[in-house]
């Protein structure tokens, strides 16, 4: 059966500007995809479809989370005096060793989870740990949820810990029996069109802790059963100088990537990007290579300011990553905030390339960012309906246009002006 959401609404169907229907309708069908959307119920043409009308809210596309890492939730707000390598030796890779207890990762990731829902994040791209058994109940917490999220089981064997180091063997072994659990429901029960809302992603941690071998059998997974692949990229100078000794036979980190399959063969998302320039942003233009850019952990852990406008200048796909835990919040609509103040310290250094508009920030984290999950991220016919329902009465909205009431939540709202979360069309 069809149901109509009748509220104010307000999404980006492209990146210059907002489409705003004051007291408008979307319509959604029982497979949770849009099928219209209007300013009058007449227009959808749906008789007998059931009516929610949420008054004087707000309604806008969810959140999507392009790069998170689960297991680092309990670091938040811990070492951010720290670059990045000595904040991983010190704090991260110790966290992450205690995921191999299943009591503490059910503990953790059950609060992780729910800390996406409340702050309006539907979809996430999400790194677990080396742990097989750990990552497969971080899977099924997100079925269970309702939510969507490729979740990767992290390779790693080379400069780190000896707890968080795994052979290829083994790697590819765990890979493999989450991959075949996946892939046993590869239709949705709802729909024989719909993808599953949880699927694994290839999940190298990033060139520094995998070898040759782990990261060729990490693109041989990938191509094998067309998984798509996660990582890090271009993040830090100290990083940048690592790789070029331990790949020297590649041209730029993101060749090293690309020479093992792992940049663009298939949908590829790379966190950070903080110095890419020159031939490795050309190789990322060519493969489609999706940027999850991330400007608190940029911040936090000294590595600069991602060129944002340059990447949309240059037709980059581009979505907003929390980077819990070199990020110090969940929240996306913040990581909107902060990426057009990025944007406008880069303009303030040149005056070359404007600073990103709300609206560009908003389809960033809707449209754009939601891209890498299908049709997710849009009220536009044949999107799903992943949507959030905002209050916003205790901000003093009088006499505000609906724009206004919007950039405002951004800005000054948090979770409690959140009243009603949808995953492809299921209140979550």
Same mark, same amino acid.
């Given at each position: 059966?069809?149901?109509?959401?009748?509220?104010?609404?307000?999404?980006?169907?492209?990146?210059?500007?907002?489409?705003?229907?004051?007291?408008?309708?979307?319509?959604?069908?029982?497979?949770?995809?849009?099928?219209?959307?209007?300013?009058?119920?007449?227009?959808?043409?749906?008789?007998?479809?059931?009516?929610?009308?949420?008054?004087?809210?707000?309604?806008?596309?969810?959140?999507?989370?392009?790069?998170?890492?689960?297991?680092?939730?309990?670091?938040?707000?811990?070492?951010?005096?720290?670059?990045?390598?000595?904040?991983?030796?010190?704090?991260?890779?110790?966290?992450?060793?205690?995921?191999?207890?299943?009591?503490?990762?059910?503990?953790?990731?059950?609060?992780?989870?729910?800390?996406?829902?409340?702050?309006?994040?539907?979809?996430?791209?999400?790194?677990?740990?080396?742990?097989?058994?750990?990552?497969?109940?971080?899977?099924?917490?997100?079925?269970?949820?309702?939510?969507?999220?490729?979740?990767?089981?992290?390779?790693?064997?080379?400069?780190?810990?000896?707890?968080?180091?795994?052979?290829?063997?083994?790697?590819?072994?765990?890979?493999?029996?989450?991959?075949?659990?996946?892939?046993?429901?590869?239709?949705?029960?709802?729909?024989?069109?719909?993808?599953?809302?949880?699927?694994?992603?290839?999940?190298?941690?990033?060139?520094?802790?995998?070898?040759?071998?782990?990261?060729?059998?990490?693109?041989?997974?990938?191509?094998?059963?067309?998984?798509?692949?996660?990582?890090?990229?271009?993040?830090?100078?100290?990083?940048?100088?690592?790789?070029?000794?331990?790949?020297?036979?590649?041209?730029?980190?993101?060749?090293?990537?690309?020479?093992?399959?792992?940049?663009?063969?298939?949908?590829?998302?790379?966190?950070?990007?903080?110095?890419?320039?020159?031939?490795?942003?050309?190789?990322?233009?060519?493969?489609?290579?999706?940027?999850?850019?991330?400007?608190?952990?940029?911040?936090?852990?000294?590595?600069?300011?991602?060129?944002?406008?340059?990447?949309?200048?240059?037709? @980059?796909?581009?979505? &907003?990553?929390?980077? =819990?835990?070199? *990020?110090? !919040?969940?929240? +996306?609509?913040?990581?909107?905030?902060?990426?057009?103040?990025?944007?406008?310290?880069?303009?303030?250094?040149?005056?070359?390339?404007?600073?990103?508009?709300?609206?560009?920030?908003?389809?960033?984290?809707?449209?754009?960012?939601?891209?890498?999950?299908?049709?997710?991220?849009?009220?536009?016919?044949?999107?799903?309906?992943?949507?959030?329902?905002?209050?916003?009465?205790?901000?003093?909205?009088?006499?505000?246009? @609906?724009?206004?009431? &919007?950039?405002?939540? =951004?800005?000054? *709202?948090? !979770?409690?002006? +959140?009243?009603?979360?949808?995953?492809?069309?299921?209140?979550?």
């Amino acid at each position: 059966m069809k149901k109509i959401y009748k509220a104010h609404i307000l999404y980006t169907k492209e990146r210059s500007r907002f489409e705003i229907l004051e007291n408008g309708y979307v319509a959604v069908d029982a497979d949770g995809l849009v099928t219209g959307v209007a300013s009058d119920l007449a227009s959808l043409d749906c008789q007998d479809a059931e009516v929610t009308d949420f008054g004087d809210c707000l309604l806008i596309p969810a959140m999507n989370d392009l790069h998170v890492h689960a297991p680092q939730y309990r670091n938040q707000g811990i070492a951010m005096d720290l670059e990045l390598l000595p904040w991983l030796q010190n704090y991260t890779f110790p966290e992450e060793m205690k995921y191999a207890s299943l009591d503490y990762a059910g503990r953790m990731y059950r609060r992780f989870v729910r800390d996406l829902w409340r702050f309006g994040t539907m979809r996430a791209c999400v790194f677990a740990t080396i742990h097989t058994e750990s990552t497969r109940l971080l899977m099924q917490l997100f079925q269970e949820s309702g939510m969507g999220a490729l979740v990767g089981k992290v390779a790693m064997n080379r400069n780190c810990p000896e707890g968080l180091s795994e052979s290829v063997e083994a790697y590819t072994q765990g890979q493999e029996s989450l991959i075949s659990e996946a892939h046993s429901s590869l239709l949705s029960p709802d729909s024989c069109l719909l993808t599953p809302l949880v699927r694994p992603i290839v999940t190298p941690r990033f060139i520094p802790s995998c070898t040759p071998e782990m990261l060729r059998a990490c693109g041989q997974l990938a191509a094998n059963y067309q998984l798509p692949v996660q990582s890090h990229l271009s993040e830090n100078k100290d990083e940048i100088a690592l790789v070029k000794t331990l790949e020297p036979e590649s041209t730029c980190y993101g060749d090293a990537y690309d020479r093992y399959g792992l940049f663009g063969q298939t949908p590829t998302v790379m966190a950070h990007c903080v110095w890419t320039d020159g031939e490795e942003l050309e190789l990322m233009k060519r493969r489609g290579v999706m940027v999850a850019h991330s400007p608190t952990s940029n911040f936090n852990v000294a590595s600069g300011m991602a060129p944002v406008r340059r990447f949309l200048d240059e037709g @980059l796909p581009v979505g &907003l990553g929390s980077d =819990i835990s070199g *990020g110090h !919040d969940l929240n +996306i609509f913040r990581m909107m905030v902060y990426a057009i103040q990025v944007s406008k310290m880069h303009y303030q250094q040149n005056h070359e390339r404007p600073f990103l508009s709300l609206s560009e920030a908003f389809w960033i984290a809707t449209k754009s960012g939601g891209s890498f999950f299908g049709r997710v991220g849009s009220f536009e016919p044949g999107y799903e309906f992943d949507a959030l329902v905002i209050d916003d009465r205790d901000l003093n909205h009088d006499n505000y246009t @609906l724009l206004e009431r &919007l950039e405002r939540y =951004i800005y000054l *709202g948090d !979770d409690r002006q +959140i009243m009603h979360r949808f995953c492809r069309g299921k209140e979550i």
